[in-house]
């Protein structure tokens, strides 16, 4: 608000992009395959293409690098998002379905059609993220009155358990494809190449900047429905459009990298304490934060057990567990 | 001339009636204090008052207006509302609270003026908030957290301040200088207040007009002396009491019986 006061949290939004981009710098240097920074720079600035180093860094490094910048930040901000529209700090993009949606979509078209091409794949789990969140959301405005975060939690669980018991089903009746869809499951950043995700990518950076400049309208919906229409907001539509946003958010993330867990709970509640509550602060830095987050657990599931790769997301679960078991006591120390 | 007036308003949830085919109006530049039993529709009517709850039947007039048809940020420069039990977003400072309360100026591109900044430190030190400024409102009294809430009230800088129960949760000194605060604002800037009270004897030493929220409807209004009578108080709230002049302020005072007996 006044200058003062907004000197620390810039600050440290800066001190996270320096991390964020130091991370990326990792991210290009590491994996079965050693690259040294100066051939890293070297990669962009002077490009050879016969040195396999500078290959290896703009072709499938760059690409992975990038898809976990955007997924991180897509899956903290949806979280932000998700938090402030249902007013409960323990919600997360997951809530909507979406994963279970994604995974049902692909089960079933995989099954009916033998998808090929990774585009067809990519679209399916959008389309099936997108098909299960809207429902959830139309549900949750169904009946009298306003939109209800209460009945949103509920129709999400509900959308979950339908879609995956849907999953299961067709997966016992066609073993086919399994293992891909298993791993795909788990959450993973594998090699893709750039032409082909970058449709999905930009997708997700508009978004994410949309909901950079709707801070302030978040800000004033986290306040609750009797304030924000008391203050004059247009309570329907900035619902929507958050509703659009997450959506859009959480179902390129899955679509992307598959079901990543916990960055989109975690996340904002370390922001919220490290750096700000007010969404115009806590939004970036989230975007910020995941995506750093995300490169790291990519990393490490990188080498972790080299020559072989863990599924990202169990790095992130392993990571995000004992942080939401911490959270969880601290609350339930904090009402008690 | 009127600053909100209802005409054939009926409100309900779901099925039930709250407020049955209401005509009444709010004076300009008064003071009018809401009075009723518990579950009567006190904070219904406000709401509906507000724009908060759209109704089932009728209208309601702000400044003339049917309020359904003004712009939702219009009417928020004209009437702020504190609703009876609001919840602060968790860990948010009372600084940023009360800065909400200058949403309804704000735009895409005038994010923050001058002005934003002085209403907002005006509200504070007129609430005695200031010093906890920046202190998060989930570790405020009941009371101190109270003020933050009318201190974004008056943000809002709005002519018309429309507060459920303000004194709810306040200990006495504090619920005077709620509401002198609120009598100051009235007779320095002539704003429109109306709002709930549950004390009958505050709410005939500040009111201008009182409304008894009774059967679905206003069963009476005028002013206090007019209104605050033994019947009137043994019908709605079912209890025996003796109305004296105040010996300091000569509005009624009421004097209310339990089990004691009256001659
Ligand atoms: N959201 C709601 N849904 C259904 N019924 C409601 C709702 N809100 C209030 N009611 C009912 O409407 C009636 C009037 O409620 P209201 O809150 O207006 O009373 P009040 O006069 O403000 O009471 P109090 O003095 O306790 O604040 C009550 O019977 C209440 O149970
Ligand atoms: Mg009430």
């Known amino acids: ?336 | 001339m009127s600053a909100i007036t209802s005409q054939g308003l009926t409100l309900s949830y779901q099925d039930s009636v709250i407020i049955d085919q209401l005509n009444v109006s709010v004076p300009k530049g008064k003071v009018t204090v809401l009075i009723g039993g518990n579950g009567s529709g006190k904070s219904t009517l406000l709401k509906s008052f507000a724009r908060l709850l759209k109704p089932q039947q009728g209208t309601v007039l702000l400044n003339g207006v049917d309020i359904q048809r003004k712009a939702t940020a219009t009417v928020a420069r004209e009437l702020a509302i504190l609703p009876q039990t609001p919840v602060a977003p968790e860990g948010i400072s009372v600084r940023q609270l009360v800065a909400l309360g200058r949403y309804p100026y704000q735009s895409w591109l005038q994010q923050w003026s001058d002005e934003d900044e002085t209403m907002v430190n005006r509200a504070l030190a007129r609430t005695g908030t200031l010093e906890l400024a920046d202190r998060p409102v989930d570790s405020l009294s009941g009371g101190q957290r109270q003020r933050a809430w009318i201190a974004m009230t008056l943000a809002q800088d709005t002519d018309i301040v429309v507060l459920d129960e303000p004194t709810t949760f306040l200990d006495l000194s504090h619920q005077m200088e709620v509401l002198e605060l609120l009598r100051e604002l009235n007779q320095q800037e002539q704003k429109t207040i109306v709002m709930v009270l549950h004390d009958l004897n505050l709410a005939c030493r500040y009111a201008d007009q009182i409304l008894v929220v009774h059967e679905q409807t206003i069963y009476a209004q005028g002013t206090p002396a007019e209104v605050l009578t033994e019947e009137l108080v043994k019908t709605v709230f079912d209890l025996n009491c003796r109305i004296i002049p105040d010996p300091f302020f000569d509005t009624p005072l009421c004097i209310p019986f339990g089990r004691e007996k009256i001659e």
């Open chain 1, 1 to 336: 608000m006044n200058s003062a006061r907004e000197r620390s949290p810039l600050i440290k939004l800066i001190l996270l992009a320096g991390v964020l981009v130091f991370a990326m710098l990792l991210s290009l240097m590491t994996g079965a395959r050693w690259i040294p920074l100066s051939d890293v720079i070297a990669a962009f600035i002077q490009p050879d293409a016969m040195n396999i180093n500078h290959i290896l860094v703009s072709s499938t490094r760059l690409s992975r690098t990038l898809m976990a910048v955007v997924v991180g930040a897509s899956l903290a901000v949806a979280g932000v998002l998700m938090q402030a529209l249902t007013r409960n700090p323990l919600a997360s993009p997951g809530l909507f379905g979406i994963n279970a949606g994604a995974a049902f979509i692909i089960i079933l078209f995989s099954t009916l059609f033998t998808l090929t091409s990774l585009q067809a794949w990519l679209w399916c789990a959008f389309l099936g993220a997108a098909l299960a969140g809207s429902l959830v959301w139309l549900i949750g405005n169904m009946g009298q009155g306003r939109m209800n975060p209460l009945r949103i939690v509920l129709a999400g669980a509900a959308m979950t358990a339908l879609f995956s018991a849907f999953s299961q089903a067709l997966l016992v009746v066609s073993q086919e494809g399994l293992d891909t869809v298993m791993f795909w499951l788990a959450g993973s950043l594998t090699e893709r190449s750039l032409t082909l995700v970058w449709p999905l990518m930009l997708l997700s950076a508009l978004a994410l900047g949309l909901a950079l400049i709707c801070a302030r309208q978040v800000n004033v919906l986290s306040a609750g429905e009797e304030i924000a229409i008391g203050l004059g907001q247009r309570l329907g539509l900035i619902r929507l459009l958050l509703g659009i946003l997450i959506i859009v958010l959480a179902g390129s993330a899955v679509a992307l990298a598959g079901s990543i867990g916990f960055i989109g709970l975690i996340v904002p509640h370390m922001v919220r304490k490290g750096l700000s509550i007010d969404h115009r602060w806590l939004l970036p830095g989230s975007a910020l934060a995941g995506a750093t987050l995300l490169l790291l657990a990519d990393l490490v599931s990188r080498v972790v057990i080299l020559p072989q790769e863990v599924p990202v997301g169990v790095m992130t679960a392993l990571l995000g567990a004992p942080f939401f078991i911490l959270l969880a006591r601290r609350r339930g120390a904090h009402y008690a």
